[in-house]
């Protein structure tokens, strides 16, 4: 009997995984086609076959910080943010020395950093700036940690007098950021991964704010001639068009 048994929990856990891949796959497919509505609701389904993975929570997360770029008032794009924010460091607490899941709380700590105040916004640059950097030191050739480092020496150094007031007593001190070191990540990033979009925009107006024309012409134009693979991809290509006319 209990060799029975033993078999039907067994099946019924091959059985349970492989549904799970199933609505992964189904998700992933949903991204491809920029259905982030979908690509959730697949990935939850994949979640309540294969409860606390940390993979697949990674992806619940990033499609909440996806769905908020859609979302109508900035109500719904700060919960959906903070959705994607708690998930990720879910994954985190599951995984902890996992590249991918520290980088997914920095990007999703950016997203809901993006609409919230100005203090919360400080408070979250620091998880930023702290789980970028983790990315690196476990995966030096990530290019999306690089560049999400190289966003937060470009924020913080195009603060206000008044914000980097405020910066100092959040941090304790300023933090030492420059639009210097922002290109060297930028550009990190965009060699390590030449062609994403992204990354050659937001190089693009990192070298705008050395003043260097020349080379952010270069990188703005080429981010306009790269296929866009997500929806970061688009808002960045606009950023792009936007600096290109202004220059």
Known sequence: MRNVLRAVFALAAVSSLHASAEWIEQGEIFERQFNSAEALAAYQKALAEKPEDPVILRKI???????????????????????????????????????????????????????????????????????????????????????????????????????KKLAEIIYGKMPAASNEEAVRCLGKAAQLEPDNALFQAELGRGYLALDKKDEARRALEKSLTLPRRTKDDSEAQQRAKVALREM
Do not use: C
């Open 61 to 163: 997360a990033k499609q909440y910080v996806e769905l908020a770029l859609d979302a109508p008032g900035k109500a719904e794009k700060l919960r959906l943010a903070q959705q994607g924010y708690d998930t990720a460091l879910e994954a985190k607490k599951l995984d902890p020395n996992n590249p991918e899941g520290r980088l997914t709380v920095a990007v999703a700590a950016a997203r809901l950093g993006f609409y919230s105040d100005a203090k919360t916004k400080l408070e979250l640059s620091k998880v930023v700036k702290q789980e970028s950097s983790e990315a690196i030191r476990l995966k030096p050739g990530y290019a999306l940690g690089w560049h999400m480092l190289g966003r937060w020496n470009y924020e913080i150094s195009s603060l206000n007098p008044l914000l």
